[in-house]
């Protein structure tokens, strides 16, 4: 079955405040996940429209660049509000992941070491 199109920038808005509320009444961030299913859409297909890569020829100009600047509002808010609650206290993992993946933190530097062997006998061994 294909996916629908997103064209109607109220409903959009409308997808996009009930996924907003059932967040808040989960005490949870808001997800792409969530938008997606308040939307009607897969998570792939919404990214499509974040990126601003889908195609559709009914759609103008004007009310796809709304949309995409709403959906890429929403994906910022994404974002920010799982950062905000991966530094929750307690959460000393979410910080160390964020850390890493996002801010280029390691926990020590890596250095090669330098390894010699030595064989015990090898002036014994045949050649």
Not at 6 to 26: C, D, F, W
Request: proline fraction near 3%; glycine fraction near 6%; include cysteine.
């Amino acid at each position: 079955m294909d996916e629908p199109f997103l064209r109607s920038v109220a409903k959009v808005n409308k997808g996009l405040a009930q996924a907003r509320t059932v967040a808040a009444e989960h005490k949870l961030p808001l997800t792409i996940e969530r938008i997606a299913a308040c939307l009607g859409v897969s998570r792939k297909r919404l990214l499509l429209y974040i990126r601003d890569e889908v195609d559709d020829p009914e759609i103008d100009e004007k009310r796809r660049a709304k949309i995409h600047k709403i959906l890429w509002q929403a994906f910022c808010d994404c974002e920010a509000e799982l950062a905000e609650e991966m530094l929750k206290p307690g959460s000393h993992t979410g910080a160390v992941f964020l850390g890493k993946n996002n801010f280029g933190y390691c926990d020590r530097e890596e250095r090669d070491a330098e390894i010699s062997v030595t064989f015990v006998g090898e002036e014994n061994m045949k050649e």
